[in-house]
């Protein structure tokens, strides 16, 4: 393997046609690192991968690795000599092949040794736990058995970066958890650079360095796990980080406390006081009192988990009345209409998650600490985007 | 588990009883009644001496040699091009359809039409050999027909569109990903063809050069209208006619019928041998 410190992506755009599938898509990827694509379908991310694989050919911009340009699009290395190894979500194994000559397919292409090969398949299949499955034909094996061999075949070429696209997503949930699992230990034991492609928001919090969110083909927010659960960029990336409660507000007034910014708010006639933690300089400050001034309305993004059932103590006191009750074990997950919403028909409706026993048609106290509420300009969420209205 | 199967199954095996009726009524038994015929005098005494005749009349037996001269190359020919061409229109392709269309025209015309049209096209005064003594290809019109090469011709028109068709469906349900892999993998084109591609369709390979070959090997119509049916292109098929139809003797001509059969099952054992010795995998990946 060809070592290196980084690969650069910069301003890559694939356009099909008249749709721009992957824009201006600017990237650092250091070595060693586990990077996640995240979305909804449609976003662009198998396209961004499959484009730094070479296997989709670029519109414009160019891909380097340190000094070395892979990719112009004029001049470019084809994919069979990037030495980097993909992972497919229907693992794409040669059926006519044994597991032995699936892994060893790339070591025989490369003219290596014949007692090379089978010391190097016998230690891809061993860390991959398929010990005695050498001889098996990849019809005679499950989904998930059929996904080891998958990485297997691409980290026995020691590739310079490994791109799994949406490994699990054909797994039950119990194997996905598993494997999940398995995939960060052999990332952590091997540190091959790799691009995680996945749609599943706790696949990409449980695996990755850093997660890449993107929408229609734009980056949305580049970050760590923390960085983009707690502080999503946009009200896209909350409401694919499990925020909910997209209400949409006007700012009443704001004020200064203690470094952080307590801005009173009106969400349909219901005042809220929400506390945000935004430090002197961020712009989103700026955004703030813009629409203070013009009045114009910003949308709320708040946990479900966050609401307090039964509390009033916490701040924000509303009422709110059942309309749904989901049941899921540990905890209920319970849609409820707010009292006092103006108007009153669609009025307010607040998703909320709670360990106590509600009732449908039950009247219910609740609370929302200031400090849980994240304020965003008003886009869309991803359900919006996707046509889906509640 | 096993009782419930076992009910449904004694339940749904009448539902064959329409196919089995027919397998029986047209093939089984007059296959068996041929055989019969062919192990038999004209006065009805049971013996080999239809076969010994064939075997022994050297213009008889030429014409296995003679057949075999004109299906064996066809059929390479015929499968020898369907895989490049299915290979490239693996994906779709502008204008699939209208080429599509025109491969399968030869199909419904039928063999008389063709051969007609050939005649008047390819004949001595038709516009192909004008064309080409126009071109100054030639000096005098080429003999496209009325000999072995006429015969070929008209084979490769009707089998060709056979073994394209069926590789076109052979190699458009590969997986895609399968290539994408084995580029991926380190392979180039030549590679993942050779490697990956070629073993998988060889299952369809295979049935489509068996069906081919049938098909040739049994040539009648063309072999007549097309050929020299009285030498060089004087068929196996045409030898059980006239058996059959001129000298009114049926054992002789079921013999040679026989004969026919046998050396086409020969065929195809020898190609599906080979085909099982190339492809030992199972033909498709569970859980896609």
Redesign the interface.
């Known amino acids: 393997m060809k070592d290196f410190k980084k690969i650069s992506v910069r301003r890559m755009t694939k356009r099909f046609g008249e749709k721009t599938a992957v824009d201006d898509f600017s990237l650092e990827f250091c070595k060693g690192e586990l990077v996640t694509f995240l979305g909804p379908s449609g976003c662009g991310k198998s396209t961004a991968l499959n484009c730094i694989?070479g296997?989709i050919p670029i519109t414009s911009g160019e891909i380097w690795i340190d000094d070395e340009c892979i990719d112009n699009t004029i001049d470019k290395i084809?994919?069979?000599?990037r030495e980097?190894?993909?992972v497919?979500?229907?693992?794409?194994?040669?059926?006519?092949?044994?597991v032995f000559e699936n892994v060893a397919?790339?070591l025989r292409?490369?003219r290596i040794r014949r007692a090379d090969i089978a010391r190097r398949v016998d230690t891809a299949l061993r860390l991959v736990h398929l010990e005695g499955y050498a001889a098996k034909?990849?019809?005679?094996m499950?989904?998930g058995e059929?996904q080891r061999v998958a990485i297997a075949?691409?980290i026995v070429?020691e590739p310079r970066l490994l791109l799994l696209d949406e490994p699990l997503s054909?797994l039950d949930a119990k194997l996905r958890v598993e494997l999940r699992y398995e995939l960060k230990a052999l990332h952590e034991r091997l540190k091959v650079t790799t691009i995680y492609v996945t749609h599943d928001q706790t696949e990409a919090l449980a695996l990755s360095d850093r997660i890449v969110v993107l929408r229609l083909g734009r980056i949305q927010q580049v970050g760590t796990p923390a960085e983009v659960f707690s502080d999503p960029a946009n009200l896209f990336v909350a409401d694919f980080m499990g925020f909910k409660n997209a209400w949409t507000v006007k700012v009443e007034s704001q004020r200064e406390m203690d470094g952080a910014i307590e801005a009173r708010l009106d969400a349909q006639g219901i005042p809220l006081t929400a506390r945000l933690a935004w430090p002197r300089g961020d712009p989103r400050r700026e955004l703030l009192a813009s629409a203070q001034r013009k009045g114009t309305v910003l949308r709320t993004a708040i946990r479900p988990e966050d609401v307090e059932v039964g509390t009033a103590a916490n701040g924000n006191p509303l009422a709110c009345l059942a309309t749904l009750v989901e049941y899921q074990g540990q905890v209920s997950q319970v849609s409820a209409d707010l009292v006092g919403s103006e108007p009153a028909e669609p009025g307010l409706r607040v998703d909320l998650r709670t360990a106590s026993r509600v009732e449908e048609g039950e009247r219910l106290a609740i609370s929302i600490p200031p400090g849980k509420i994240l304020l965003f300009a008003p886009t869309e969420t991803a359900a919006e985007a996707a046509g889906w209205t509640p | 588990m096993d009782a419930v199967k076992g009910a449904s199954r004694s339940g749904t095996l009448p539902l064959l009883l329409p196919a089995l009726v027919f397998l029986v009524l047209l093939f089984l038994y007059p296959f068996a009644y041929g055989l019969f015929l062919s192990l038999t005098t004209a006065t009805g005494e049971v013996s080999l001496a239809n076969y010994a005749r064939f075997f022994s009349d050297a213009r008889d037996l030429h014409t296995v040699w003679v057949t075999l001269q004109i299906a064996m190359p066809i059929t390479f020919i015929n499968v020898g091009l369907a895989v490049p061409f299915a290979y490239y229109m693996r994906h779709g392709m502008r204008g699939e359809k209208l080429i599509t269309f025109f491969l399968i025209v030869p199909i419904t015309l039928g063999t008389v039409l063709i051969s007609e049209g050939m005649l008047t096209f390819m004949g001595p005064a038709g516009w192909l050999n004008q064309l080409l003594m126009v071109l100054r290809i030639v000096k005098e019109p080429f003999r496209f027909t009325h000999n072995v090469l006429g015969v070929v011709i008209s084979l490769g028109l009707q089998g060709f569109p056979y073994a394209f068709l069926m590789l076109l469906g052979y190699v458009s349900g590969i997986?895609p990903?399968?290539e994408?892999?084995?580029?991926?993998?380190?392979?180039?084109r030549w590679?993942t063809f050779w490697?990956?591609l070629f073993?998988?369709m060889v299952p369809g390979i295979a049935i489509s050069f068996c069906l081919n070959f049938v098909m040739a090997f049994s040539v009648f119509p063309s072999a007549v209208l097309l050929g020299q049916p009285s030498g060089p292109t004087r068929v196996i098929a045409i030898a059980a006619y006239q058996w059959a139809f001129e000298k009114f003797n049926f054992n002789a001509a079921s013999a040679i019928s026989m004969v026919m059969a046998a050396i086409e099952l020969a065929v195809i054992s020898f190609v599906l041998a080979w085909r099982s010795n190339m492809?030992?995998?199972?033909?498709?990946?569970?859980?896609?």
């Open positions: 694989t296997l084809p994919p069979e000599k980097f190894g993909m497919f979500q229907n693992y794409a194994l040669f059926p006519h092949l044994t397919f790339g292409l490369r034909y990849p019809a005679q499950s989904g059929q075949r691409c070429l054909n | 997986n990903d399968l994408r892999a084995s580029q991926m993998l380190g392979a180039n590679q490697k990956i073993p998988l492809y030992k995998g199972a033909s498709m990946v569970g859980k896609g």
